[in-house]
């Protein structure tokens, strides 16, 4: 698996030139792509490179191989974004934010020129929801009004706990983080719109429609997936 993912973080140098602002995304994945790229740039292979990271692992881990970051407040716009996901449907529709740095990434993919998704074999679903659950990023104060909320969505939703931390999981941005196991996912898009209608909600990890090109690390090699 992690010889799946180097694959596919090489091939994503592929994509950078000179001059470029990279969105740099948070995962395992993401972090060979920041080793990788820090290796170009300390050659001088690359010049005039700058990192946008997308949560504090991504800026430690740009910052430890030698990548310059700038914030989202310093750029003019960002050349390409590159991140991982947990699940990709047939029409690039993601789920995202098992590390729970959603928000940050949307923002940063969004605007990106192009997306650049960064999977193993293994996170290809016919359906989103099929193996994951939705997080949800919510202001601590609503986390069990919005649960509440989401049985109406026919949802069950749980607070994501820490594992070396007591308690719910805090995020870079000082929020927690439900989980949503959705009963059927049928309209991606429609979901993703819903979902951050509802007071309290910051941002959800569906991530429709804005993936340009996904990478995909197979035993037979690597695969391109366009919109
Ligand atoms: C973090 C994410 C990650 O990109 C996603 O969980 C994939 O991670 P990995 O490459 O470790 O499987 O969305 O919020």
Redesign the pocket.
């Known amino acids: 698996m992690e010889e799946l993912?180097r694959a596919v973080a090489k091939e994503a140098l592929s994509f950078i030139e000179d001059d470029m602002v990279v969105g740099l995304?948070?995962?395992?994945?993401?972090?060979y792509f920041i080793e990788y790229l820090g290796k170009l740039i300390m050659e001088g292979e690359l010049e005039d490179v700058y990192g946008l990271p997308?949560?504090y692992q991504a800026r430690l881990l740009a910052i430890e191989n030698g990548i310059p970051t700038l914030g989202l407040d310093e750029v003019d716009a960002i050349d390409v974004a590159v991140?991982?996901?947990?699940e990709v449907d047939p029409n690039l529709n993601l789920?995202?934010?098992?590390?729970?740095?959603?928000t940050m990434?949307k923002i940063v993919e969004y605007r990106a020129g192009t997306f650049l998704v960064?999977?193993?074999e293994s996170?290809l679903v016919e359906r989103l929801g099929q193996k994951m659950p939705v997080?949800i990023e919510v202001i601590p104060a609503a986390w069990r009004a919005i649960a509440e909320e989401l049985e109406v969505f026919n949802a069950d939703a749980e607070l994501r706990t820490g594992s070396k931390k007591d308690g719910p999981v805090v995020t870079d941005n000082g929020n927690f983080i439900l989980d949503a196991r959705f009963h059927r996912i049928d309209d991606p898009l429609d979901l993703e719109i819903e979902l951050n209608t509802i007071p309290g909600v910051v941002e959800n990890?569906i991530f429709a429609d804005i993936a340009d090109l996904v990478l995909v690390g197979t035993k037979e090699g690597v695969k391109k997936l366009e919109r």
């Open positions: 993912k995304g948070t995962g395992s994945t993401t972090a997308t949560s991140d991982g996901a947990d789920i995202k934010g098992r590390g729970a740095a959603l990434e960064l999977v193993d996170k997080p990890g």
